[in-house]
Nanobody
Framework: QVQLVESGGGLVQAGGSLRLSCAASGRTFSSYAMGWFRQAPRKERDFVAAISWSGGNTYYADSVQGRFTISRDNAKNTVYLQMNSLKPEDTAVYYC????????????????WGQGTQVTVSS
């Protein structure tokens, strides 16, 4: 089993930045992809970004392309989401997830999930 713990959320002004972290434990992630999803109240869970642990490929939602950067540090079993130029519409609970095998943009493909961290962007 894999445990995921997100941190780094908070309240920021529009145009500001945050860096989210997701620490993994329980198993090696050398062949796992990692993803970030977000969910605002009364809305569906949306894909944000993903990264392949084996191939170094990255994927982004159109809404965050150019503003967010996903990265990883395998030695620390940690994945990051650097969020710049934040907008009020980025406000959501952000979830980290681990993917054993599947499509990195599809939430239903993921096997393990963190508890989420709140990001609030004020105008």
């Amino acid at each position: 089993q894999v445990q995921l713990v997100e941190s780094g959320g908070g309240l920021v002004q529009a145009g500001g930045s945050l860096r989210l972290s997701c620490a993994a434990s329980g198993r090696t992630f050398s062949s796992y992809a990692m993803g970030w999803f977000r969910q605002a109240p009364r809305k569906e869970r949306d894909f944000v970004a993903a990264i392949s642990w084996s191939g170094g490929n990255t994927y982004y939602a159109d809404s965050v392309q150019g503003r967010f950067t996903i990265s990883r540090d395998n030695a620390k079993n940690t994945v990051y989401l650097q969020m710049n130029s934040l907008k009020p519409e980025d406000t959501a609970v952000y979830y980290c997830a681990a993917l054993v095998s599947g499509r990195p943009r599809a939430w239903e493909e993921y096997d393990y999930w963190g508890q989420g961290t709140q990001v609030t962007v004020s105008s």
